[in-house]
């Protein structure tokens, strides 16, 4: 597919996606919906990719739905057009490779939607992030989703009714992030973070983040017997068996490509 809206490269087992709307700040419009969810399930099948960043060109990740797209549509059109722009929160989670978000300045409204949805999050000392839409008369409706998975419903419920923006010393605070970073240093040190990734095996980094995902919404006991049996198949692998055999024999494993 060519690509326009997004930007789609490789380099040692990581794929990366970069926005790449930064006139309009990385809004959504279904152009760049459409193209980001296209290169995700395309690097999602590539064999030389373990590890997938998001990042974005420009002076902000992502300031949410591109408002000039919002007038004159049916109830049946907004519906198509925003289940479109939300459509990245169910690739994600569908696929097995870990996606990272790598994120600078303002994450807002659809944008902190996709850092939460993302895996991982890696976050510039300079970045803010908020659930802004009940500013202009909307609601981060859909953000709230992956935001209620990855913060819980008090704090989740707080963003998206004040609209405020937090720091990204906060959001790592209460788990928006996973680790914040000097501005200068985000590519370097997203990278760093994807590569340790990338160096896991394959398979065991995919049928666990799958398993993971499966049993998130399970009781206890339902989540426990689904991951057993998660766990017994992939014992059942060549890379478990590499894995044990290197760690015994005191070397580095050599994983199968998935």
Known sequence: MQYSSVIVSKKDNIGIVTLNR????????VPLATELNQALIELESDQAVNVIVINANGANFCTGIDVNDLEGKSNKEYLEWVTLMEQMN????????????????IAVANGIGLVAACDLAIAAENAKFGATAVNVGLFCMGPAVPLLKSLGRKKTLEL????ELIDAHEAQRIGLVNKVVPTEKL?????AF???LAKKSPLALQLGKQSFYKMEDLNYTAALDLTNNHFA????????????NAFLNKREPVWQKK
């Open 22 to 29: 930064p006139e309009q700040h990385n809004t959504f419009n």
């Open 90 to 105: 169910v690739t994600i989670a569908s696929m097995g490779k870990p996606v990272i978000a790598s994120v600078h300045k």
């Open 160 to 163: 998206i009714m004040t609209g």
């Open 187 to 191: 590519a370097e040190e997203t990278m």
């Open 194 to 196: 994807a590569a340790k």
């Open 233 to 244: 198949t992939l014992c059942t692998t060549e890379d478990a068996h590499e894995g044990v």
